[in-house]
T-cell receptor, first 113, second 110 residues
Framework: EAQVTQNPRYLITVTGKKLTVTCSQN?????MSWYRQDPGLGLRQIYY???????DKGDVPEGYKVSRKEKRNFPLILESPSPNQTSLYFC????????????FGQGTRLTVV | KNEVEQSPQNLTAQEGEFITINCSYS?????LHWLQQHPGGGIVSLFM???GKKKHGRLIATINIQEKHSSLHITASHPRDSAVYIC????????????FGTGTRLTIIP
């Protein structure tokens, strides 16, 4: 089954404790991206990657890192999480930048206390 | 002023009604996306447009590049269409980030 898998689905952590949210797709997609969703602000793009070893900043990259060492995986790294990074995070992938259909992961609800 | 504005923010309609959701943007774009977010939170990609019109089932999306405006129409609306509909624009070559509208919450009453 074609899918984008995020882990974990839920995470509560403390300020400053490094964490990684994983994202994996099984469709050989070139384009992958990360978003956060906050009440009243909607979805905002954090980082995107158009292919292996190619990543670019979205609208809100501060406090986040990403890597794209292989096509299927695009982890989101929070080196020193802060409470303002409490949010709902989505990973997505598509065959290419201009492919009609994007596939979204189930979301990761992160709480930083 | 946000780069992407959606209207209305909330829309309640009776089953069977024709629905229109609007999206206006202020920047040059290479493409525009329409997404649907279900009450459970899952997100589904509906359309990607760079010009003209696309149709999928009861959903129709149009874009007018000159006017910087797109519409999403739902014909013969059904309670299962109740969701948040989100417009997103992709920047031009060299700046391909996505910028989102804040969404339109649609409720269809049986």
């Amino acid at each position: 089954e074609a899918q984008v898998t995020q882990n974990p689905r839920y995470l509560i952590t403390v300020t400053g404790k490094k964490l990684t949210v994983t994202c994996s797709q099984n469709m050989n997609h070139e384009y992958m991206s990360w978003y956060r969703q906050d009440p009243g602000l909607g979805l905002r793009q954090i980082y995107y990657s158009m292919n292996v070893e190619v990543t670019d900043k979205g609208d809100v990259p501060e406090g986040y890192k990403v890597s794209r060492k292989e096509k299927r995986n695009f982890p989101l790294i929070l080196e020193s999480p802060s409470p303002n990074q409490t949010s709902l995070y989505f990973c997505a992938s598509s065959l290419s930048l201009f492919d009609t259909e994007a596939f979204f992961g189930q979301g990761t609800r992160l709480t930083v206390v | 002023k946000n780069e992407v504005e959606q209207s209305p923010q909330n829309l309640t309609a009776q089953e069977g009604e024709f629905i229109t959701i609007n999206c206006s943007y202020s920047v040059g774009i290479s493409a525009l996306h329409w997404l649907q977010q279900h009450p459970g939170g899952g997100i589904v990609s509906l359309f990607m447009l760079s010009s003209g019109k696309k149709k999928h089932g009861r959903l129709i999306a149009t874009i007018n590049i000159q006017e910087k405006h797109s519409s999403l129409h739902i014909t013969a609306s059904h309670p299962r269409d109740s969701a948040v509909y989100i417009c997103a624009v992709r920047g031009n070559f060299g700046n391909e980030k996505l910028t989102f509208g804040t969404g339109t919450r649609l409720t269809i009453i049986p």
